[in-house]
Nanobody, 125 residues
Framework: VQLQAFGGGLVQAGASLRLSCAAS??????LGWFRQAPGKEREFVAA????????SYADSVKGRFTISRDNARTTVYLQMERLKPEDTAVYYC?????????????????????WGQGTQVTVSS
């Protein structure tokens, strides 16, 4: 799967931002968003099933971020609300190596074998 993420930027705390990720190639995969802050491990943010009916979120973003897919299932979005300085990171979209949805796999970095190039999100206080 080829993935291209875009939409990052510099915003103030409390602002909103929407990330997009265009996917092409293998179909049927769960798509996820991960993020990596300087000096930290890459962490799970959110994931959505291929048909878009199932989602999973990290506790740190639950209630503030919303993941969605377009009807053609070629683009996944991450709508981020009430951003905090601790949300500052490079955000990556990724595709699960298998097809089908598994809640147990959705937040596991090792479940994903295709990664986009990342887009920087910086939230100032």
């Amino acid at each position: 799967v080829q993935l291209q993420a875009f939409g990052g930027g510099l915003v103030q705390a409390g602002a909103s931002l929407r990330l997009s990720c265009a996917a092409s190639g293998r179909t049927g995969s769960t798509l996820g968003w991960f993020r990596q802050a300087p000096g930290k491990e890459r962490e799970f943010v959110a994931a959505i099933s291929y048909v878009g009916r199932s989602t999973s979120y990290a506790d740190s973003v639950k209630g503030r971020f919303t993941i969605s897919r377009d009807n053609a299932r070629t683009t996944v979005y991450l709508q981020m609300e009430r951003l905090k300085p601790e949300d500052t990171a490079v955000y990556y979209c990724a595709a699960d190596r298998t097809t089908g949805w598994s809640l147990a796999r959705a937040n596991k970095r090792e479940a994903y074998d295709s990664w986009g190039q990342g887009t920087q999100v910086t939230v100032s206080s």
